[in-house]
């Protein structure tokens, strides 16, 4: 999906989510949307899930290290309506 990474930015921008930036993306696709806790705020991560309505939450050191968190867009992703 060619502009999926710019619309889940306006997305979060829209509801209050502040420096939220895309990345380069990575070589390898995957099916489902992956939201990672960079500094193991795994509460957080589970918040954003529950807004995205999709996505699986992990602890992991991959993505922007110096973000609080990654979320890796998969095949599941489309606009959520709320």
Known sequence: KPDAANQLRLYLTKRGFV?????????????QTQIIAQQGDLGGAATLKRLLGLGRVEADSTGDLESDLTIRLGNDWTVPTN
Do not use: I, R
């Not at 420096?19 to 099916?31: A, F, I, L, P």
């Open 19 to 31: 420096n939220v930036y895309v990345s380069s993306d990575w070589s390898d696709k995957q099916s």
